[in-house]
Nanobody, 116 residues
Framework: VQLQASGGGSVQAGGSLRLSCAAP????????AGWYRQAPGQQRELVAT???????DYADSVKGRFTISRDNDRKTVDLQMKALTPEDTSVYYC???????????WGQGTQVTVSS
């Protein structure tokens, strides 16, 4: 299963970016989807998840600034990021997990750089 992530880039503090991850080869609606990030020298951390029913959860550090959404018809999961800070600089990864089998698939990562 290949996940196709896009939308990363460079932005100034206070700016916005939207990440998108597509999973065209699978029955996307039965997968929990999420975004993670990993900064240099840091462990990969959860940013946001969205269940198969659309229930969302966020890391405290992004609550109120980031919004995760999914489109089961387009087989995509997006992450809208607003009010970005330099602390959001990281490589962002999308991940999907089969809701019953607990099998994970990761995207290739997309760089987000926020300058002050």
């Amino acid at each position: 299963v290949q996940l196709q992530a896009s939308g990363g880039g460079s932005v100034q503090a206070g700016g916005s970016l939207r990440l998108s991850c597509a999973a065209p080869q699978i029955s996307f609606r039965i997968y929990v989807a999420g975004w993670y990030r990993q900064a240099p020298g840091q462990q990969r951390e959860l940013v946001a998840t969205i269940s198969t029913r659309g229930l969302t959860d966020y890391a405290d550090s992004v609550k109120g600034r980031f919004t995760i959404s999914r489109d089961n018809d387009r087989k995509t999961v997006d992450l809208q990021m607003k009010a970005l800070t330099p602390e959001d600089t990281s490589v962002y990864y999308c991940k999907i997990r089969h809701e019953r089998l607990n099998v994970d698939f990761w995207g290739q990562g997309t760089q987000v750089t926020v300058s002050s």
